[in-house]
């Protein structure tokens, strides 16, 4: 069976600062990894996934994330944040071939001037 | 070009009473994929629905929870006899395909409040 941890609740960072938020994942099997983005009362928005190739994958909004399969983690990056980034992340993973997507807790990243 | 519709957004019912909860897949979408957010939790996968067939049920409680994609018109999550446990955000997400190299576009969610 798989889970998702992240390692932070929350995390607060200054505007202008660079910001990485953990993912770690356990699975028997390969798995697909995703970021997603929840603004206060909406739904969620994909940042970026990992399905195959390359383990760096660049995402919308200047993120980027890394597979590391052998420390099975895929966290989260971003050199320089905005007020507008202050939301919830989720990651997620995939190894159903439906596509069911199984979460982590989630990530609160709170950016101050 | 719409995206993923979800109605109510705001739901509130006594214990006891139905919560009927509707999402609209965005335009050319027949899957359909809903999912729970308890307070201070991530998202957790309830059911996964092609039109008018269920295709995987495995985080639906196995009582007073039901859901459908007929052919025509909305998917609807139902949920009976309401319980305080069951206060949640309510999500459904749609994509074209049911597979994880097709994006799941999700809807603005529908906030469940049991008094």
């Known amino acids: 069976a798989q889970s998702v941890t992240q390692l932070d609740s929350q995390v607060p960072v200054f505007e202008e600062a660079p910001v990485e938020l953990r993912c770690n994942y356990s699975s028997s099997v390969s798995v697909y990894l995703f970021w997603y983005v929840q603004y206060p009362n909406q739904g969620l928005q994909l940042l970026l996934k990992?399905?195959?190739?390359?383990?760096l994958v660049k995402g919308i909004n200047g993120f980027e994330a890394e597979f590391n399969k052998s420390q099975t983690s895929f966290h989260l990056r971003k050199p320089s944040v905005h007020i507008s980034d202050t939301a919830e992340y989720f990651c997620?993973?995939?190894?159903?071939?439906?596509?069911?997507?199984?979460f982590g807790a989630g990530t609160q990243v709170v950016v101050t001037p | 070009n719409a995206g993923v519709m979800q109605n109510p957004r705001h739901l509130v019912r006594r214990r006891g009473q139905e919560a009927r909860l509707r999402c609209s897949p965005m335009?050319?979408?027949?899957?359909v994929y809903w999912y729970r957010q308890l307070p201070e939790e991530g998202l957790k996968f309830m059911v996964y629905l092609q039109k008018e067939n269920i295709i995987d049920e495995s985080g639906m409680p196995k009582e007073r929870f039901s859901a459908e994609f007929p052919k025509e018109g909305p998917s609807i999550l139902r949920i009976q006899q309401v319980v305080r446990g069951d206060s949640a955000a309510y999500f459904c997400?749609?994509?074209?395909?049911?597979?994880?190299?097709?994006?799941?576009?999700f809807g603005p969610g529908t906030r469940l409040t049991v008094l």
């Open positions: 997400a749609s994509s074209l395909a049911g597979d994880s190299y097709n994006e799941q576009f």
């Open positions: 335009k050319g979408h027949s899957h």
């Open positions: 990992y399905l195959s190739g390359s383990t």
């Open positions: 997620a993973v995939s190894e159903d071939s439906w596509g069911k997507l199984q």
